[in-house]
């Protein structure tokens, strides 16, 4: 598998991801941004992240929303 070290989400797990999604606008806003149930309803990392993992729609709006948003 070739490295691809431009690429922004290069390194980037998907619970880090989260994690910094949650600390920046916290989960009632997230789940505004992003209406899935996981960010709405009860929502945890653990379980948001069993979602994400099996829901690729989901897993993309996450990324796509980091892109748009992180501060490197």
Same mark, same amino acid.
């Given at each position: 598998m070739q490295e691809h070290p431009n690429d922004p989400l290069y390194g980037? @797990?998907?619970?880090k991801v989260l994690e910094y999604l949650v600390e920046r606008y916290g989960w009632e806003?997230?789940?505004r941004r992003i209406t899935i149930n996981c960010f709405i309803k009860d929502p945890s990392i @653990? /379980?948001?992240l069993t979602f =994400?993992?099996?829901t690729?729609?989901?897993r /993309?709006?996450?990324e796509? =929303?980091?892109?748009e948003t992180r501060v490197d």
């Open positions: 980037k @797990t998907l619970q806003e997230l789940g @653990t /379980s948001s =994400l993992r099996k690729p729609w989901a /993309s709006k996450v796509r =929303l980091y892109l």
